[in-house]
Nanobody, 130 residues
Framework: QVQMAESGGGLVQAGGSLRLSCAAS????????MGWYRQAPGKQRELVAG??????????NYADSVKGRFTISRDNAKNTLYLQMNSLKPEDTAVYYC?????????????????????WGQGTQVTVSS
């Protein structure tokens, strides 16, 4: 089982900044993708920013609405994901969720790749006042 611990949300005025963190822990053999999603009241959950990796390479992607304002980063040694949010706008108000997709360790120790997992954080509220 993979545990996810999010932090960093809060209330900020428009134009302000916040930094979200998400630490994944447990029997993790490898991580294929990490990302931040958000869900505003009455709307569907949407991808904000994410890392992907695979046989064709790795990369990042951002929602058009946050390009140039948000920056995703990670600390691979700590399996921790960050989202630096600058120039926040009221329309950025939402619950932000981190997501990690990867493989568990198999057997004793962590020498073999096990089953695929897809884990979500508990969500952290970001509120931007005008």
């Amino acid at each position: 089982q993979v545990q996810m611990a999010e932090s960093g949300g809060g209330l900020v005025q428009a134009g302000g900044s916040l930094r979200l963190s998400c630490a994944a822990s447990g029997r993790i053999f490898s991580i294929n993708a990490m990302g931040w999603y958000r869900q505003a009241p009455g709307k569907q959950r949407e991808l904000v920013a994410g890392f992907t990796s695979g046989t064709s390479g790795s990369g990042t992607n951002y929602a058009d609405s946050v390009k140039g304002r948000f920056t995703i980063s990670r600390d691979n040694a700590k399996n921790t994901l960050y989202l630096q949010m600058n120039s926040l706008k009221p329309e950025d108000t939402a619950v932000y969720y981190c997501n990690v997709v990867g493989h568990y360790c198999s057997g004793y120790g962590c020498y073999e790749r096990g089953a695929l997992f897809n884990s979500w954080g508990q969500g952290t509220q970001v509120t931007v006042s005008s």
